[in-house]
């Protein structure tokens, strides 16, 4: 999915006097994430820090001069470039204040643009199609370029991307209707040009848009009438010496968008990711005329997933660093931040994996089962069960079945046959061929398991769903024969694996969770990382004391105004508070994790938790609250080798049940205590991020600050930070 989120002004913007022209030329990145270079469209350029909203330094070229094209930012000399008359390249530091007494030199040839990305060099494109490097031409400046263009041949667009170790130069041109594409290496004198295919009516691109992935260059285009087009070219296939040859570009239809009758002729499309694009100028699908939006749409499942009116004219111009856009509009230059995860069918309804979890999978097809099942003793590795195995297999002389067979097999055979003969299979048949099949073994396995009570294999089906070639929507009745057979360490599985399990099961696994008796809990096998994880955490001492992350929950009630310390209060630090013991049993608590893992959409699951009773809700807060405890304190080891949920997930599930029952909460008189011992918690976090702050501020200084070269062999200084 994408967002988009709160935006907020940059700068005023002095536009044209007819409005055409939003009197920007260009935004550059500059040092680092949050610092850009705003070059006008008069005489001016300037320095501003982004998230404090203001400029650290101007530079004014004099009356007379003007610059012709965006001032960028060379990260390896740590000076401004510029071009001032087509002709004059300027070059300044952050230090210097007058352009006029700064470095300039005079070429032989227009320029169109200076390019320069990080971690390369800068690169002057001419307005003739020839390209050279900075250093290379400053070392002689009047020195011939080529003219690579037809006469009447003008660019209308360029940019550069580094691959490896090489930089490459993309432009397009337009001549008589007709538009054009060019590929330059930046250190061979090697060009290629590609014909654009025309769209109806001889439109050109209103705007063009690049990017570099796997040996490719992928560019969109946007025309007036809506249509957006990808095309994509290899970085290899360039010409020879003796000339640039034209090719066709095949182009791919991304988005038709809706436009009115008028065609759009202030509009832009920017690639975000490999399947997401911004959209500026183009009507939003469900608003009215007249209005103006920035909107990102989802180029694999043609959905729009984010909007955001903008306010005053749009000019068509877009630009996009460290997940911020610059959008100029009305009078104003404003950066909005955006999002944009992993692009799947599980990512679009919400319900993608953490790539935590991701790892810590097991990458062989088929795990021992007989370990984890059985919990035996000696536990060989897991590649070695599969070998034996497989080797076992092998000697035996029994007729290999096919799927179709195995799956004839499943609708009469008895509960040992069938596991056999699937289990047989998996030792037969390499993974990919079984990929296609495994949805259909678990669906017949299901299907049989609820027509006939007695038939019910929760091996087969165990070892189905680690293959990690099934997920909820190929089988979804599969959870629910597990909750329903009380197979609970099934349904940890499929929490472990499905990337798409529905809110609702979700939520009913976790009722069916809190609401197993503890007895029956401890007689369950369950998955090994995931309880030695909670046997590692319980496992600590209670009575020490600890302090990380700024809380200490023996003084937690310290804080607060409306509480005395008494001696009741001083005998209970001495025993075991009721935050340090683990409220569930542990392999329930085991079971609650994989709910905390459990991908999931806020909008989807907020109503299917409205329906947990009270007391459930108070056992599940009382839980996290447990585990966030001890996340924060020096007893528990944070280490990564188990299976365990994270920090950010902990929280995020507290303020869901927070929402969803806030006012039940605040009600119930068993909750009261849980509540403040949360608060304590936020406001103690709170004051430690605040003095962080603080010393951060102080290290900031001392960085900044110039170490003086005449110490002697023995000194005394004194620094002050505030």
Known sequence: MAALYEGYTLCGLVPSQNLTNSGIQGVEAERDSDHVIITDAFRSVTLYKVSDQKPLGSWTVKQGCCLTCPAVYNTHTKEYVAVTDNKVIRIWKEDDVLLDKTFKATVSSDIWRLHCVAGGDPVVLFQRGAVRLLDTLLSAPQQIVEDFLAPHETIRWSTNIVVETQQFVIFATETKGDNFLYLQKVTQKVLQRYRLESEDSSLSPLSFSASYRDDLIHLLYLYPNGHVYQSVISVWS??????????????????????DEDKLNAASALLLDEAHVAVVGVPHPSAGTGKDFLCIWNINFQTLQAGKEIAGKIFGQLWCYSNKLFIPHGKTLSVIPYGCTKSSLASALGKLKKSRIEETRPLVSVPSWNNILHEEKTQPSRTTEIRKLRTTRKSQSSPSLTVEQVLELIKTAPVEEVQKEVEGLFCRTDMQDLTQSVGQLASSLVSRSLADTAFYSSTTLSQLVQSQSLCHSMCPDLMQLALEKKDYFLCQLCLQFFPDVPEAVTCTCLKAFISLPDSDAEKMNLEPDSLSFMETLTSREHGQVALQNGFNSSSSLEDHSDVTMTKEHEEDKKSPSPEQSCPVALKKAVLLNEVLQTAYSDDLLLPHLKDLSSQHVLVF????????????????????????PSATQIMDWVCLLLDAHFTVLVMTPEANGLLINLHSFIKAQVKLFSELGKVEG?????????????????????????
């Open 238 to 259: 360039l010409g020879s010496d003796e000339g640039p040859q034209t090719l066709s570009l095949p182009r791919n239809l991304l988005l038709a968008l809706s436009v």
């Open 698 to 722: 102080g290290l900031q200084e001392l960085q900044h600050m110039k170490i003086k070269q005449d110490i002697g062999q023995y000194s005394i200084e004194v620094i002050e930070l505030f």
């Open 621 to 644: 807060l009382q839980y996290l609250h447990f585990l966030y405890l001890k996340y924060s304190h020096d007893t528990f080891p944070q280490s990564h080798g188990y299976r365990s």
